[in-house]
């Protein structure tokens, strides 16, 4: 059982746009600013998408957006592409003590 | 561009001890605010961080690992390195070496990963 929760699945066809929950709890998700979003497609190197919540990285689409409220982060993807379609995983600090927790990931399959 | 290669055996026999290593090419190990972290994903589950060093040697590991991981780093060989000993089939993952950039307080740098089968 991994320590945030995301749902194992989520589709939608090309164009539209999906947003992937990731739960946490008040002791991670819920009290740092430092949740991070990963792709990942199967054989490839796992990528950076989002971190700080918010922010992307360079070279990183605009399609690609994060948000948090409470303990709740989410990733949205707008206008889908069948490149889209990978696994994605959150990330959040836990403190001191846990350091990082991890998402069970999410398959975004692109119809 | 810096990329990250883990190596090592891929079966460990349980009871002992699993050992890999990440090279760090195209860049120095030493250079710039990073950590350098191990994590791994056992087949159909999630992510789970297990530690981290700094250059400087300090590292950090997580709490359900802590007894049995060791986390060392070669920086004349640009490398990092990972001993988790007293395996079991529960220890079989991929395991996927990673830099920590503080300035992105985030993974932005992943190697390919390794499978790791724990078995007689």
């Known amino acids: 059982q991994s320590a945030l929760t995301q749902p194992a699945s989520v589709s939608g066809s090309p164009g539209q746009s999906i947003t992937i929950s990731c739960t946490g709890t008040?002791?991670?998700?819920?009290?740092?600013?430092?949740v991070s979003w990963y792709q990942h497609h199967s054989g490839k190197v796992p990528k950076l998408m989002i971190y700080?919540?918010?922010k992307r990285p360079s070279g990183v689409s605009n399609r690609f957006s994060g948000s948090k409220s409470g303990n709740t982060a989410s990733l949205t993807i707008s206008g889908l592409q069948a490149e889209d379609e990978a696994d994605y995983y959150c990330?959040?600090?836990?403190?001191?003590?846990?350091?990082?927790?991890f998402g069970g990931g999410t398959k975004l399959t692109v119809l | 561009q810096v990329q990250l290669q883990e190596s090592g055996p891929g079966l460990v026999k349980p009871s002992q001890t699993l050992s890999l290593t990440c090279t760090v090419s195209g860049g120095s190990i030493s250079s710039g605010s990073y950590y350098w972290s191990w994590i791994r994903q056992p087949a159909g589950k999630g992510l789970e961080w297990i530690g981290r060093?700094?250059?400087?040697?300090?590292?950090n590991y997580s709490p359900s690992l802590m007894s049995r991981v060791t986390i060392s780093v070669d920086t004349s060989k640009n490398q990092f390195s990972l001993k988790l000993n007293s395996v079991t089939a529960a220890d079989t993952a991929v395991y996927y070496c990673?830099?920590?950039?503080?300035?992105?307080?985030?993974?932005?740098?992943w190697g390919q990963g390794t499978m790791v089968t724990v078995s007689s």
């Open positions: 008040s002791s991670d998700v819920g009290s740092y600013q430092s």
């Open positions: 060093i700094f250059t400087s040697g300090s590292t």
């Open positions: 990673a830099r920590r950039c503080t300035a992105k307080d985030a993974f932005d740098i």
């Open positions: 990330c959040s600090y836990a403190g001191s003590g846990t350091f990082w927790v």
């Open positions: 700080e919540g918010s």
